[in-house]
T-cell receptor
């Protein structure tokens, strides 16, 4: 069975500081992994995805994530936080053995605050 | 290219009533998935439809149902509403064969009084 754990429900950083949001996964098959962002009163927007190609994945808005199989991790980073990065971030893993279809397992989310 | 459209955006119902939510996917997307988002339980998968057939189902009671039409538009229905059904209901569409890249709508926020 697939599962996702996000460490830290709230993370606060200063503007210009490094952003690190942690995600660990469990999967019985090589996983497809995703990071989504949700701004208030909006749906989820895809930041980046890992689909067994390069282990370092670059996404939108300067975010990137590194797939580490040995650590079963897929942490999200951004070198320099911007005020507009304040949002909730969700890590997700494909729940299908075939890794297709619309069923994803989401972590509980991490709310990122950015201080001026 | 239009995104995923969900209607209505906000609605208020009372216990015991039923509700129907609508989702129009991105043109060309044949898979539509529904999720429930609450502060306590987070994002939980409800069901997925592909070519008018339910392909996956989450762990929700039978009061939650859905369907998909030939134009890929989807509806979900919740009958006999309970207070705990208050949530943001998100619809997402995707291309078949893709790596589960879901494009989400803005959601329908249901409040049950």
């Amino acid at each position: 069975a697939q599962s996702v754990t996000q460490l830290g429900s709230h993370v606060s950083v200063s503007e210009g500081a490094l952003v690190l949001l942690r995600c660990n996964y469990s999967s019985s098959v090589p996983p497809y992994l995703f990071w989504y962002v949700q701004y208030p009163n909006q749906g989820l927007q895809l930041l980046l995805k890992y689909t067994s190609a390069a282990t370092l994945v670059k996404g939108i808005n300067g975010f990137e994530a590194e797939f580490k199989k040995s650590e079963t991790s897929f942490h999200l980073t951004k070198p320099s936080a911007h005020m507009s990065d304040a949002a909730e971030y969700f890590c997700a893993v494909s729940a299908s053995v075939l890794r297709q279809g619309g069923k994803l397992i989401f972590g509980q989310g991490t709310e990122l605050s950015v201080k001026p | 290219k239009a995104g995923v459209t969900q209607t209505p955006r906000y609605l208020i119902k009372t216990r015991g009533q039923q509700v129907t939510l609508s989702c129009s996917p991105i043109s060309g997307h044949r898979s539509v998935s529904w999720y429930q988002q609450t502060p306590g339980q987070g994002l939980q998968f409800l069901f997925e439809y592909f070519s008018e057939t339910q392909r996956n189902k989450g762990n929700f009671p039978g009061r939650f149902s859905g369907r998909q039409f030939s134009n890929s538009r989807s509806e979900m229905n919740v009958s006999t509403l309970e207070l705990g059904d208050s949530a943001l209901y998100l619809c997402a569409s995707s291309l078949e064969g893709g790596a589960n890249v879901l494009t989400f709508g803005a959601g329908s926020r249901l409040t049950v009084l």
